[in-house]
């Protein structure tokens, strides 16, 4: 029996999961073995399929730097253990705890998906910290997702992605 690839799926909370994901992770499924994480898994259990494996992480929606440096650890020890082939990340704080901790993981993959820019609101530090922090995860992902042509056309105008490393999801 040939062993399916592990995929990880990284989103802050399970609401995010629930919205965006739930007919992927069904067609997922049928080919590779999922791992997710996120907080509240409690909300998407019954929805998930038993044999997936659900990683409740006690994200904190707003920066705290204790509680997102243990969510780092987390994930970081459970990539090293688990050994995805593939991360694909959703929302900005999950997409650079993950991008962090899989490269240091040395995951084949990484894909984020880009669902919203926090930064554009703010000012200051905290809209360049942001913006930088977009960056990295482009520059430590293999290939981003994004929404709309209008976001793509807005990210590149914003030096965050490049046309070449991504791709826009067309929904049906």
Not at 39 to 61: A, T
Not at 100 to 105: G, M, N, V
Not at 113 to 130: A, E, I, N, S
Request: glycine share 2%; hydrophobic share 45%; aromatic share 12%.
């Amino acid at each position: 029996m040939i062993k399916k690839p592990t995929i990880a799926l990284v989103a802050i909370t399970a609401h995010t999961i629930n919205s965006f994901m739930l007919k992927n992770i069904e067609y997922l499924n049928k080919k590779y073995n999922l791992l997710i994480f996120c907080n509240d898994i409690s909300l998407i259990e019954k929805k998930i399929p038993k044999n997936i494996s659900l990683i409740n992480i006690n994200f904190k929606r707003k920066l705290n730097l204790v509680s997102d440096i243990v969510s780092f650890f987390i994930i970081l020890y459970n990539f090293l253990k688990l050994k995805p082939k593939l991360t694909i990340s959703i929302t900005p704080k999950a997409g650079f705890l993950t991008a962090l901790a899989s490269f240091i993981a040395r995951i084949s993959y990484r894909l984020h998906w880009f669902t919203g820019q926090t930064w554009v609101t703010k000012k200051g530090l905290v809209r360049f910290v942001y913006k930088i922090s977009e960056k990295l995860i482009f520059n430590l992902s293999h290939h981003v997702l994004v929404d709309s042509h209008s976001q793509k056309n807005f990210l590149i105008a914003n030096n965050i992605i490049t046309k070449e490393k991504s791709k826009i999801l067309l929904r049906g």
